[in-house]
């Protein structure tokens, strides 16, 4: 940022008017939601995360079960049955955490790749703005990443770029 201000700073005292910069700002994660076709993808996207919780909500009622076999009949088992017994459960308790962290991996896998195409159209989207405009750059807003603009020097672009995707 230092850098930035010393070439800014370099550049306007080699001219006698001030370098005056243009930019753009919207909120990124609005636009987005906007966007044709973002409705489906989070549809598509919730239908599968529903899979995804029945499928562990089965395996979890299935260990459960097991579970409460075990506690009923642990006293009655001899030796060699309570140990195999402790081992499938140790076992099936690891596998349902296994599949739980993959099924969150490919759940953010799937996301990445099903809004990939969005964020392509978007920020193609904002470069053809940007450049008609005679932007410096465009900043996006979101998470509280720039608490303050002067609206003299940025434009607020958020309609416009949900304009061009209409």
Do not use: C, W
């Amino acid at each position: 940022m230092i850098f930035a201000s010393l070439v800014l700073t370099t550049a306007q005292a080699q001219q006698d008017t001030p370098l005056q910069l243009r930019f753009g700002y919207l909120s990124y994660d609005s636009v987005l939601v906007a966007m044709p076709g973002y409705t489906l993808v989070k549809n598509t996207l919730a239908n599968m995360r529903s899979q995804y919780e029945a499928e562990l909500k089965r395996v979890e009622q299935d260990f459960n079960l097991k579970y409460e076999e075990f506690l009923e009949g642990q006293r009655d088992f001899p030796e060699t049955i309570l140990r195999k017994r402790q081992t499938e459960l140790k076992e099936l308790l690891e596998h349902n955490v296994s599949f739980k962290a993959q099924g969150r991996q490919e759940l953010a896998e799937a996301e990445a790749k099903a809004m990939a195409p969005l964020r392509e159209r978007l920020e193609a989207a904002l470069s053809k703005i940007g450049r008609e405009r005679g932007y410096a750059f465009i900043l996006n807003t979101d998470a509280g990443a720039v608490p303050f603009i002067n609206p003299a020097m940025g434009d607020d672009i958020n309609q416009l770029v949900k304009d061009a995707f209409k």
